[in-house]
T-cell receptor, first 114, second 112 residues
Framework: DAGITQSPRHKVTETGTPVTLRCHQT?????MYWYRQDPGHGLRLIHY???????DKGEVSDGYSVSRSKTEDFLLTLESATSSQTSVYFC?????????????FGPGTRLTVL | DQQVKQNSPSLSVQEGRISILNCDYT??????FLWYKKYPAEGPTFLIS?????DKNEDGRFTVFLNKSAKHLSLHIVPSQPGDSAVYFC???????????FGTGTSLTVIP
């Protein structure tokens, strides 16, 4: 199994509070991704990183920001959480991005915004 | 706009029979396709992939078929086992990009 951990695994928070989710990898892969999974929508890309300090937006980036200061860590921040951000969040890594490579996923973080 | 589509939200199959999961895509730049399997409360796990230079790839009980002209791929599981009950996602990527695009998933139930 790819060495990917996510923390916390579960979180309940209130509307308007900031939340940061962490993804940590031990594979030294260049690419890291944050997805959210919602019923009827599958996996939707929030943001991704193609190197330290290099990030780009995905399909559903509004209300989210990311940072990557080290190869192994990719942080997802909800500046002011809303109920629509209640979801399961998955981090993924890839050595070569979309260039015929495979993505490997972490175990997920279940976030509930009350 | 959904570039990868799985039009069947669910599928039920008897144990021992063949399961066929379908996926369609719209972007002709996609050249690499993957299937993932997801159990509840776990992250998706990679199952099998296929490059656009092939039309078939086989790994044990799992075979993926690619029809480029129809922009369609399918995953065949033979024989199906109860442990195969999960949600299956197809995904696609393009050599020119950094992203993977996922379908909405098909929930497979294999009935013992």
């Amino acid at each position: 199994d790819a060495g990917i951990t996510q923390s916390p695994r579960h979180k309940v928070t209130e509307t308007g509070t900031p939340v940061t989710l962490r993804c940590h990898q031990t594979e030294n892969h260049r690419y890291m991704y944050w997805y959210r999974q919602d019923p009827g929508h599958g996996l939707r890309l929030i943001h991704y990183s193609y190197g330290v300090k290099d990030t780009d937006k995905g399909e559903v980036s509004d209300g989210y920001s990311v940072s990557r200061s080290k190869t192994e860590d990719f942080l997802l921040t909800l500046e002011s959480a809303t109920s629509s951000q209640t979801s399961v969040y998955f981090c993924a890594i890839s050595a070569a991005g979309g260039h015929g490579d495979t993505q490997y996923f972490g175990p997920g973080t279940r976030l509930t915004v009350l | 706009d959904q570039q990868v589509k799985q039009n069947s939200p669910s599928l039920s199959v008897q144990e021992g029979r063949i399961s066929i999961l379908n996926c369609d895509y719209t972007n002709s730049m996609f050249d690499y396709f993957l299937w993932y399997k997801k159990y509840p409360a776990e992250g998706p796990t990679f199952l099998i992939s296929i490059s656009s230079i092939k039309d078939k790839n086989e790994d044990g009980r799992f075979t993926v078929f690619l029809n480029k002209s129809a922009k369609h791929l399918s995953l065949h599981i033979v024989p199906s086992q109860p442990g195969d009950s999960a949600v299956y996602f197809c995904a696609a990527s393009a050599r020119t990009g950094n992203q993977f695009y996922f379908g909405t998933g098909t929930s497979l139930t294999v009935i013992p």
